[in-house]
């Protein structure tokens, strides 16, 4: 159990971390969504800057989730979120980045998003869907603001040599 003296502060360490998602990760809407956070343990290093969750994590705020065994975030010297790190049999994040695009989804071994850039980088076993285009590889790097996706067979970190597969579908003209 829980001392009741750690537990305003932990609620509020996680506050802090998760705190500059809504600018970076979500909807404008979504700033003022509350943060909800499901894991088994935590392990808050401030003095490094990190929050460590493990065990079936959950992480939700508006239009973002983002799920996997275990998931770190990092925040950079100014105490703004940098990074945030998936990992698992098949970690996953979900994202609608603007009112008029599609829904981001993504599943990986390891899934890493770099805040600052707005870039997703999918490892092992990736796969991406933006729509109903999908995108399957080794690797897979999604930038949200330019809606490019780069893909490799292999990269660090992957087994073996997953080629590059994609599904495009056409867009419907109008009237049909």
Do not use: C
């Amino acid at each position: 159990m829980m001392r009741p003296t750690l537990a305003p502060l932990l609620g509020l360490a996680v506050t802090l971390l998760l705190t500059p998602v809504p600018q970076a990760l979500a909807l404008e809407g979504d700033a003022s969504a509350p943060i909800q956070v499901e894991a088994d343990r935590l392990v808050l290093d401030d003095q490094a800057g990190t929050a460590v969750y493990q065990g079936e994590v959950r992480i939700q705020q508006g239009s973002m989730k983002l799920q996997g065994e275990r998931v770190e975030i990092r925040r950079n010297d100014a105490g703004q979120l940098s990074r945030a790190i998936a990992t698992g049999g098949r970690a996953y994040i979900e994202q609608k980045p603007a009112p008029d695009a599609d829904l981001v989804q993504g599943w990986a071994r390891r899934i890493v998003y770099h805040v600052a850039e707005r870039r997703l980088e999918l490892v092992d076993q990736a796969e991406l869907h933006k729509g109903d285009d999908t995108f399957k590889g080794g690797y897979l790097e999604y930038f949200l603001d330019r809606r490019v996706v780069q893909a490799r067979s292999s990269a660090e970190g992957v087994e073996g040599k997953q080629r590059v597969r994609m599904t495009l579908e056409p867009e419907q003209q109008e009237g049909q």
